[in-house]
């Protein structure tokens, strides 16, 4: 039995280290990548724009600033003169917004070009010109409305994940995994590993996972916990072409 034993264990252990990056080798923030909201009341959910950054605070928090191998924080911004509300797509949100190498954040209060049951969506961008743009849009509509203050963190915190550069988990534990998990208040080693992957503290910190293309990697979340809605990574697939050929 030893000898069937062993690997599994191994096997397992593998699995365990399942992150995706949403591009195999993006260029990377700086070290503190300020977070700012737009200008919009999220109606359903009853966030002002400083109540929303509150809340995205204590999410960076609770979250991806708890990583003592990553070397980068996320930092409160203010509120922004751009608005989500409005917007058919990250990338036109993003456009819009005018802003760079920064991750910027709004609630949009109509679906429709997004697909029913999506809950929230995150993404970035990079191209010469316009460096680093990263972005996530939380849906204020009664289903997120009803969610608790936790599983909104974690929500959150998911979607800053696609934010700054990653995809999702083949980890069913991971926050990166396709369905969220709303009981989640802090993250699971996976996504540890896959920050530390991008953002090693030291050179020889490093993370191990499937490194997959933007273009194999799914995005858009959805409450049902449907597979990947393909909007969102096209969409980010979509506005990389754009920023690399377009812009300026
Ligand atoms: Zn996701």
Not at 15 to 35: I, M, W
Not at 64 to 83: C, E, L, Y
Request: with cysteine.
């Amino acid at each position: 039995m030893k000898n069937i034993l062993l690997p599994l264990i191994l096997l397992i252990t593998f699995k365990a280290e399942a992150f995706t990056l949403a591009s195999s080798n993006p260029p990377r923030y700086g070290e503190e990548v300020k977070l700012t909201v737009g200008t919009d009341t999220c109606t359903a959910l009853g966030l002002t724009p400083e109540s929303l950054l509150d809340l995205v605070e204590e999410a960076m928090n609770d979250f991806w600033n708890s990583v003592p191998t990553a070397k980068i924080k996320f930092v409160r911004g203010g509120v922004g003169t751009f608005s989500a509300n409005g917007e058919t797509s990250l990338s036109n949100f993003l456009t819009n917004s005018g802003i760079t190498n920064e991750i910027i954040i709004g609630c949009n209060n109509d679906l429709t070009a997004f697909g029913s049951g999506t809950i929230g969506q995150g993404g970035f961008r990079y191209g010469g010109s316009i460096g680093i743009q990263g972005a996530f849009i939380i849906y204020d509509d009664s289903s997120v409305a009803g969610l608790s203050k936790k599983a909104k963190k974690a929500l959150i915190a998911h979607e800053m994940g696609h934010a700054f550069g990653l995809g999702h988990s083949n980890f069913k534990p991971a926050l990166m995994y396709y369905t969220i998990n709303y009981n989640m208040d802090s993250l699971s080693r996976d996504d540890e590993d896959a920050i530390t992957y991008l953002y090693p503290n030291t050179k020889k910190v490093g993370g191990c996972g499937t490194i997959e293309d933007i273009a194999n990697s799914d995005s858009g979340d959805s409450k049902k916990g449907l597979p990947f809605i393909l909007l969102l990574i096209a969409g980010v697939v979509a506005s990389r072409y754009y920023a690399r050929k377009s812009f300026f």
